[in-house]
T-cell receptor, first 113, second 117 residues
Framework: DAKTTQPPSMDCAEGRAANLPCNHSTISGNEYVYWYRQIHSQGPQYIIHGLKNNETNEMASLIITEDRKSSTLILPHATLRDTAVYYCIVRAQNSNSGYALNFGKGTSLLVTP | DAGVTQSPTHLIKTRGQQVTLRCSPISGHKSVSWYQQVLGQGPQFIFQYYEKEERGRGNFPDRFSARQFPNYSSELNVNALLLGDSALYLC????????????????FGSGTQLSVL
């Protein structure tokens, strides 16, 4: 089963950049890497996704290594509202569905004042 | 536009009972997926439906079933409830059924919190 490895927790000071790493060494060549976040008791919120190139949107930047075995999500100016669990996601292999996402356990990011 | 809506938001059942959870996708979205999230874990894939047909199933027992209606809304049914079925059940919608291979985004609802006593 293709899976991801993330640190269980990270801290970041408000206003600083938060850099969240993820290893996905078994990812297939045509599969995207997705990042979602989940604030307690709410549904996961889409952040960004990418295939090979680095991506940026209004929420974050995604840096993918050339071999695609790892990526980093960057929140450029973290705020207290960015405190959440961040999931780096690839497709789960034990299903024929393109929506069988393997969430893993994620990284719990705490942004402090 | 409204996002993905799920009902009810909370539900309490006893062991052995049956439960039906409902989901309305974003307007225009034709694919619905269901996920189960046990406390402290990431969501686990249960089903995906596209155009009323099952397109994928996760590693869940036959007590779990689902269907999608002509208006693309969906129901998740769980029979013979066990204590271990207590979880947050999440519904996600997407525009088409192409999934992660085409970089399609899933949009999640806030979920139904099911407690089995």
């Amino acid at each position: 089963d293709a899976k991801t490895t993330q640190p269980p927790s990270m801290d970041c000071a408000e206003g600083r950049a938060a850099n969240l790493p993820c290893n996905h060494s078994t990812i297939s060549g045509n599969e995207y890497v997705y990042w979602y976040r989940q604030i307690h008791s709410q549904g996961p919120q889409y952040i960004i996704h990418g295939l090979k190139n680095n991506e940026t949107n209004e929420m974050a930047s995604l840096i993918i290594t050339e071999d695609r075995k790892s990526s980093t999500l960057i929140l450029p100016h973290a705020t207290l509202r960015d405190t959440a669990v961040y999931y780096c996601i690839v497709r789960a292999q034990n299903s024929n569905s393109g929506y069988a996402l393997n969430f893993g356990k994620g990284t719990s990011l705490l942004v402090t004042p | 536009d409204a996002g993905v809506t799920q009902s009810p938001t909370h539900l309490i059942k006893t062991r052995g009972q049956q439960v039906t959870l409902r989901c309305s996708p974003i307007s225009g979205h034709k694919s619905v997926s269901w996920y189960q999230q046990v406390l402290g874990q990431g969501p686990q894939f249960i089903f995906q439906y596209y155009e009323k047909e099952e397109r994928g199933r996760g590693n869940f027992p036959d007590r779990f079933s689902a269907r999608q209606f002509p208006n693309y809304s969906s129901e998740l049914n769980v029979n013979a409830l066990l204590l271990g079925d207590s979880a947050l059940y999440l519904c996600a919608s997407s525009l088409t059924g192409t999934g992660i291979y085409k970089g399609e985004k899933l949009f999640f609802g806030s979920g139904t919190q099911l407690s089995v006593l």
